[in-house]
């Protein structure tokens, strides 16, 4: 079956089930492989992608429910250069093994859209991306650095 994919802005037709994963579709027919599996259960977020500007965890989001809406990968983001929480990652640090750091840019990217200064309590809440090497320390310097940013 023929799937429309709007994704980084450019239209894709995939011939795929309509419930293939995202991710994999993302990954094996886009070849976009920046976004990451991690755990397949949407738990750890090293395959988050925004969706309309939502943060989501692409591994358990069937690609028939998101046919036509505007969906962005890591590459995406940095089509253009670094933005400014990839350039805050470098400057504090963040990235250790760096397997989780795509998602993890993705989810801190989409809340600091609709919130440009969260709290260390609003980050915690909203970003449960699991890091294996615990960079959380740096990851809140990175966020604090951004505060108020025009993303």
């Known amino acids: 079956m023929s799937i429309r994919l709007n994704v980084n802005g450019v239209s894709h037709d995939v011939d795929v089930e309509p419930d293939a994963p995202l991710l994999w579709v993302i990954r094996d027919e886009l070849n976009l492989t920046g976004t990451k599996f991690g755990c397949g259960i949407a738990a750890c977020g090293a395959c988050t992608v925004h969706v309309d500007g939502q943060a989501i965890r692409s591994c358990q989001v069937p690609v028939g429910t998101v ?12 089509a253009n250069g670094l ?3 990839q350039q805050a990652w470098i400057d504090h640090q963040v990235p250790q093994c760096g397997y989780c750091q795509s998602g993890m840019i993705m989810a801190v990217t989409a809340l600091l859209k609709k919130n440009p200064k969260p709290s260390d309590e609003e980050l915690g809440a909203v970003i449960t991306n699991i890091c294996r090497c615990g960079t959380y320390p740096r990851i809140r310097e990175a966020v604090r650095s951004l505060a108020g940013t025009k993303l």
């Open 67 to 78: 046919a036509d809406k505007q969906i962005t990968t890591i590459e995406g983001i940095s």
């Open 83 to 85: 933005t400014a929480v």
